[in-house]
């Protein structure tokens, strides 16, 4: 084969492979009974697992086989070994051809501050009964939390003294409804000269609209100020560090993607988020402009959505590129991915420096 060219064949077997590597990282589980004609193959299409206590969430059971036939969905949610839920679906399918098998659940009740996993189970099979050719089995956790994040953390969101600076009025509004108190802002200027608390940026705002933003939250932090930016809107800054850029360089750097989300907490959702199933993200996209190394703010998850920066010797920049607050309503993750960002840019010895290196070259 000559250099460039892919044969078919080849074109073939990536694909399978890649929608192999989609299975695993959506923590799939495809098991057909039987290799001859006419397996059944079942997955959840949904790629989300985190869901709130008390929640009817609908979820479809993507069934294929090459052949027709009638079949017989059966599902069990189950806790702890409790039945919750039983179901049973009677379907047809066309050969070649898939069905989406709706599959309504209600999640148990759940005290404020607590949460637990439920199992769902899938058996399908020819409608002549279970262990005919075909039969195909599906099991999968759920996590269900309650909607409350900040239950029985009074105290705690106190001790970390926010102080929010959020023109484009997408944080602040959603901050009070949950309950958390905080100190507004109401310019760039009032960052100047801040100590001894936590600054929040709210989501969308615009680096190059906002002029000396970039500058301020890089000073506090080099300053030992604790820094989270969320999922800026746009605008092009330096990176610290890069030859040439006067703001102060930190001590360590990464650039992350959504695996950091399952880092910080492995029960929430990296691949895609209620209800459209896709992970929304800003991304930040590293370039080479007039001798300067920048990053520009883009919509999209395509490219790096984290940053996380450290001082020495105890400041720390994060900025988080995925929406947290204008997607608060769908589902759990954005509202416990909160949680964990605001505990990490406290815990300023949490990572090593040497992890934070590696992480930097080795991405």
């Known amino acids: 084969m000559s250099g460039g060219a892919l044969t078919w064949a080849g074109r073939r077997r990536g694909h399978v492979m890649a929608c192999l590597r989609l299975a695993v990282l959506a923590g ?65 399918l066309a050969p070649g051809a898939s069905v989406a098998v709706p599959i309504a659940l209600r999640m148990p009740d759940l005290n404020a501050g607590v949460s637990r996993d439920v199992v769902l189970e899938i058996q399908v099979a020819g409608d002549g009964g279970g262990g005919a050719p075909g039969a195909a089995a599906f099991r999968e956790s759920f996590h269900v939390f309650s909607e409350d994040p900040f239950a029985n953390r009074t105290e705690w969101l106190r001790g970390l003294k926010l102080a929010v600076f959020d023109p484009e009025h ?24 801040l100590e001894d608390v936590t600054l929040l940026i709210g989501e969308g705002v615009s680096f190059d609209a906002c002029r000396g933003l970039w500058e301020q939250v890089t000073a506090r932090a080099a300053a030992g100020g604790r820094v989270l930016v969320l999922a800026p809107g746009g605008g092009t800054v330096p990176v610290p560090g890069a030859a040439g850029c006067p703001l102060v360089s930190p001590s360590a750097m990464a650039w992350r993607r959504a695996d950091i989300i399952s880092d910080l907490d492995k029960r929430l959702d990296a691949i895609g988020w209620p209800p459209t199933g896709v992970l929304p993200a800003q991304s930040f996209v590293l370039q080479a402009e007039r001798g300067a190394v920048t990053f520009a703010v883009q919509q999209g998850a395509s490219a790096w959505t984290w940053l996380d920066l450290r001082y020495v010797p105890a400041g720390r920049l994060v900025v988080c590129g995925f929406p947290v607050m204008t997607s608060w309503e769908h589902g759990p993750t954005p509202r416990y991915l909160l949680v964990h960002l605001l505990e990490y840019v406290q815990e300023h010895d949490r990572t090593q420096q040497g992890d934070l290196d590696e992480a930097s070259h080795d991405r």
């Open 28 to 92: 799939v589980c495809v098991r057909p009974a039987s290799a001859q004609t006419g397996a059944v193959q079942v997955v959840l299409q949904e790629p989300w697992r985190a869901v709130f206590a008390g929640q009817e969430v609908t979820v479809h059971a993507l069934i294929a086989s090459d052949a027709t036939r009638a079949l017989r969905t059966r599902w069990r949610l189950s806790a702890e070994g409790r039945t919750l839920q039983r179901g049973d679906v009677a379907s047809d």
């Open 170 to 193: 997408r944080t602040a509004e959603v901050l009070a409804a949950a309950g958390v108190p905080f100190d507004r802002l109401p310019s760039v200027d009032a960052l100047a000269g």
